[in-house]
């Protein structure tokens, strides 16, 4: 099989992390990056491979992959690979060494005018991230003007409501549990005031 062929029967490919496995630690250990990224977010990204080989969506985006297949039946198995491969990408860029503290001054007035102060804004993403029911998502999103907490179980996305994704925290029990094991939030919180990326939600703003 040639590389053009291959190529064109994997059109979706995972991207490489944006630091190394030990760049988050000791927040969020080599060990977990290694399974996180290399087992589940590769699987995702296969398994989407997979399914869409030689049907409508083998030559689109991943988020017009979303967009077309959310909320269909008989599309479930191709939205939720196809989403988590997003999601994830996502959040290894919401995060990085020696992230968290005070946001840049463009982003941290928008915090300030949507939630009050900035600490509002994480008490509130924070408890959205602790308040989500089994595996999911919360995330900070910019909605028409203002940004808000909103929390998505197992695949979904805010693409698929209309709202421009900031920021993400990734709650299934893969993301912390070798680390951390039932206590979420030690996890969230260690995120928010250590990894957290201000300055891509600052981009994300654009």
Known sequence: MSDDTIKSLSPIVLPPLPYADNALEPVISANTI????GKHHKGYVDNLNKLIAETEFADMTLEKIITETAGKADKTAIF???AQAWNHTFYWRSLKSKGGGEPPAVLKKKIETSFGSVDACKKEWSAAAMGQFGSGWAWLVLDGGNIKVVKTANADSPLTRGLKPLLTIDVW???YYLDYQNRRADYVNAVIDKLINWSFAEDNLK
């Open 173 to 175: 029990e893969h993301a």
């Open 34 to 37: 290694s399974f996180h990224y």
């Open 80 to 82: 939720n690979n196809a």
